[in-house]
């Protein structure tokens, strides 16, 4: 079946403007999660989500980070005011629950900030 | 909150030699041990995992070892072949509620043909 999607798959944004992430989780996964990942760097948590409760949101850098998920899949990170450090590989992931935790990644936005 | 350490970050091999790479954790409550493996510009794929009522997982030249009393675990490649050579992360979560897998920074194993 069909896998996780990411898009774009490259974005490159000019500082100080906002951009938009999109992630869609394999159907019927209810467990959704989002990582940072700098240039050979490891994976940095961002935000989980699982079901319909409230994320966490424990691993957000800053306050210009958010994310969000209509109707329990597709799930938005929004980063605004873009910075040079933000440029990463950002990474989404889910899974079938809470109780299962194998995570099947998407391929990852290639974010550049000039 | 958990952390993961993992070493070495690089590793080079010939080709048919044993790799090792080895992570700790600090949170005694984890109990789920994922080793995802990431080729260049492509997404992390599991390749093994590990729960915390076992001590040892073979999958043909894989395996992976958990040691509880001491806090790590260890991925084992046997027989290396060059497409082994990627970057091999650990991961460590526990099994009730939240799901939060916390990743090690990774090892960049090289096989040489």
């Not at chain 2, 080793?35 to 390749?47: A, F, S, T, V």
Request: proline fraction near 5%; hydrophobic fraction near 30%.
């Amino acid at each position: 079946g069909a896998g996780v999607s990411q898009s774009p798959s490259n974005k490159v944004t000019e500082k100080g403007k906002d951009v938009e992430l999109r992630c869609d989780p394999i159907s019927g996964h209810t467990a959704l999660y989002w990582y940072r990942q700098s240039l050979g760097q490891g994976l940095e948590f961002l935000i989980y989500f699982q079901g319909n409760s409230a994320p966490d949101k424990s691993g957000l850098p800053s306050d210009r980070f958010s994310a969000e998920r209509t109707g329990g899949s597709v799930s938005t990170l929004t980063i605004q005011r873009t910075q040079q450090e933000d440029s990463a590989v950002y990474l989404c992931a889910s899974s079938p629950s809470y109780s299962q935790e194998t995570q099947y990644f998407g391929p990852g936005t290639r974010l550049l900030v000039l | 909150g958990e952390n993961v350490e993992q070493h070495p970050s690089t590793l080079s091999v010939q080709e048919g030699d044993s790799a090792v790479i080895k992570c700790t954790y600090s949170d005694s409550a984890s109990n789920y041990f994922p080793w995802y493996k990431q080729e260049l510009g492509k997404r992390p794929q599991l390749i093994i995992d590990i729960r915390s009522n076992v001590g040892e997982k073979k999958d043909q030249r894989i395996a992976v070892t958990l040691n509880k009393t001491a806090k790590h675990f260890s991925l084992h490649i046997t027989e290396t072949q060059p497409e082994d050579s990627a970057v091999y992360f650990c991961a460590a979560s526990g099994n009730t509620g939240f799901q939060k897998l916390v990743f090690g920074t990774g090892t960049r194993l090289l096989v040489s043909p």
